[in-house]
């Protein structure tokens, strides 16, 4: 089944909704603390909220690219001061060879259609023993997520379109990556309104691409859950690392 999303319609939601997760930010920082970064590259940066913070802690050039040119727009007004351009992620990325320290996508993998060319591309963009990080959701992530809870018809959605971390990994070793290594991290916080206001507002892909029943359905949950003081949000994230 096709489930695309029209990026461009959807961006300035995307931006007033959606931001970076300090636990993500934090967790990266922490990895990569004893490497020599300079030069970072993400791919599908949306409005670039991961972006930015990372060029802010690491005090390092950057560059981003996403396939939406309303998302890149959102992210110069939201984010200003970055390397931004519009480019397809399945075609040829627009940098030159063995210049990027730290490659990574946050959130993108499940819309990849050719594992291989992707990081074929980042290992040619990458340095000489740069790093490709990729994070996204395990199977085990999606079926513990808050989203999974409060609108179940979504994960079967997500299973279809998500590969796994195996398929990723094999695609990295078959790209001669060395150093493969999968971290993770969990956040559990109680849900307040401005994080209500991102389920409300379909802020995640997914919630787009279940039935309309199934998603007044999941509201009404959350809604009587927050009234009886018994909802939390928990964040789960597979950090996938890899060595050019």
């Not at 309104?193 to 997914?206: H, L, P, T």
Request: with cysteine; glycine share 4%.
């Amino acid at each position: 089944m096709d489930y695309n999303i029209d990026y461009n319609h959807i961006s300035a939601d995307y931006s007033i909704y959606r931001n970076a997760s300090s636990t993500v930010i934090n967790h990266i920082l922490e990895k990569i603390k004893s490497k020599n970064i300079k030069k970072i590259l993400e791919i599908g940066c949306g409005t670039a909220d991961y972006l930015y913070a990372l060029t802010q802690q690491l005090k390092c050039d950057s560059c981003g690219f996403d396939n939406s040119g309303s998302m890149i727009d959102e992210a110069n007004k939201k984010n200003p001061g970055l390397n931004l351009s519009v480019n397809d992620l399945h075609s040829v990325f627009d940098y030159n060879d063995d210049f990027f320290d730290l490659v990574y996508s946050i959130d993108v993998i499940h819309y990849v259609k050719d594992l291989n060319h992707y990081f074929k591309e980042i290992k040619r963009v990458l340095d000489k023993n740069g790093l490709v990080l990729t994070i996204t959701d395990s199977e085990e992530d999606l079926e513990n997520r808050t989203i999974t809870k409060y609108f179940p018809e979504s994960l079967e959605i997500e299973k279809s379109r998500y590969p796994g971390v195996y398929k990723i990994v094999e695609n990295m070793k078959s790209n001669d990556f060395k150093g493969i290594e999968i971290t993770h991290s969990e956040r559990e916080c109680k849900m307040n309104d401005k994080v209500f206001q991102k389920f409300k507002n379909k802020a995640f892909s997914s919630i787009r691409l279940i039935s309309d029943k199934s998603f007044e359905d999941g509201i009404k949950k959350i809604e009587k859950d927050m009234e009886n003081n018994k909802c939390f949000v928990k964040e789960l994230y597979t950090y996938i690392w890899g060595v050019k």
